[in-house]
């Protein structure tokens, strides 16, 4: 991501975003995430899959992105909440012998890639923003094998 010079002053009504335009590879089972990885492309690379826990949803605009970099073999590549009051809302296109578009369910607050049904081979992409409060919008692009199903539920108590 290039720079910006200004001169003169600058004005914010929403407040400043801050993070990192660097790449992070993760390779152990759990990752904690948190205002650090605002920006980041987060490549999920562990064939026996991870378990990402998003930071408490407060509104901050904060942008978190995955890539399924190495297609997961055994359990599952999972983004989940941190709480039982956060949900997710939004979609996921989900690729396999046949193709569908899943919306969330009311109470979302978990997205699971299987690497058949629900996605996670390599190529899948997630992003994730930290809207409000207790809300997080989702956009996935999921690549799987097989008659393809929803990669949400509601699993985080």
């Known amino acids: 991501m290039g720079s910006t010079t200004f001169s003169g002053p600058v004005t914010s009504k929403a407040g400043f975003i801050t993070g990192t335009d660097a790449n992070t590879t993760v390779t152990a089972a759990t990752l904690t995430v948190d205002s650090t990885y605002n920006g980041q492309i987060i490549n999920l690379s562990l064939a026996a899959g991870i378990t990402a826990t998003l930071p408490a949803a407060t509104g901050t605009n904060a942008m978190y992105r995955f890539v399924i970099a ?73 690549l799987g094998s097989g008659t393809v199903a929803t990669p949400f539920s509601a699993a985080v108590s």
Request: proline share 1%; hydrophobic share 40%; no cysteine.
């Open 70 to 142: 190495t297609s997961v073999t055994s359990n599952s590549y999972k983004i989940q909440v941190a709480n039982a009051t956060d949900v997710m809302v939004g979609t996921a296109s989900v690729a396999g012998t046949t193709g569908t578009v899943f919306g969330t369910l009311p109470a979302s607050d978990t997205l699971t890639m299987n690497g058949t049904t629900t996605g996670g081979l390599a190529g899948s992409y997630v992003e994730i923003m930290d809207v409000a409060a207790g809300e997080f919008i989702v956009r996935a692009n999921l």
